[in-house]
């Protein structure tokens, strides 16, 4: 079960990582690189992906973490108000209000390392921001669909 703020597991990151003698790059790997993605069942796999990087001889680990701001639930509501007007008591209006209740947590964490022009990532996140994500993807969808009203 994952915490509901992966804070404190940033802090053993950071503190694992300068323990194997290796610097932290504060970087977000984006999709458009060539990446492969570590998929580690265990709840410490992380510091096995540590020691690849290590292994492979990289100097570095990039590390990016996302913090839920007000702002962010603020802009999803009210996109999501717009879209679902005039139904303002939508599920999803209710999910993103409950998101109020993880500002200021950590809910995402990504590490990489380069290797032979690949990225290797380790992502970990907690349940409300896959939930945050999936909203955000839900806005982004709908603020693709048109709606011809004309009588033709």
Request: proline share 3%.
């Amino acid at each position: 079960m994952q915490p509901d703020n992966l804070i404190s597991l940033k802090d053993d990151m950071v503190a694992f990582i300068a323990g194997h003698g290796m610097r932290r790059l504060n970087a977000y790997v984006t999709e458009d690189v060539p990446t492969v993605i570590f998929e580690e069942e265990n709840p410490d796999g992380w510091k096995d992906f540590v020691e690849h990087a290590k292994a492979a001889g990289s100097p570095f680990v990039t590390m990016s973490e996302v913090i839920l701001e007000k702002t962010d639930v603020a802009i999803l509501l009210e996109q999501l108000r717009d879209q679902t007007f005039p139904d303002d008591n939508s599920e999803e209006i209710d999910d993103a209000e409950y998101l109020v209740n993880h500002v200021g947590k950590v809910g995402y964490l990504q590490l990489g390392f380069a290797h032979q022009g690949v990225m290797f990532i380790f992502e970990v996140a907690t349940d409300w921001y896959d939930s945050f994500q999936n909203l955000m993807e839900t806005v982004t969808d709908l603020g693709g669909i048109v709606v011809d009203d004309s009588d033709e």
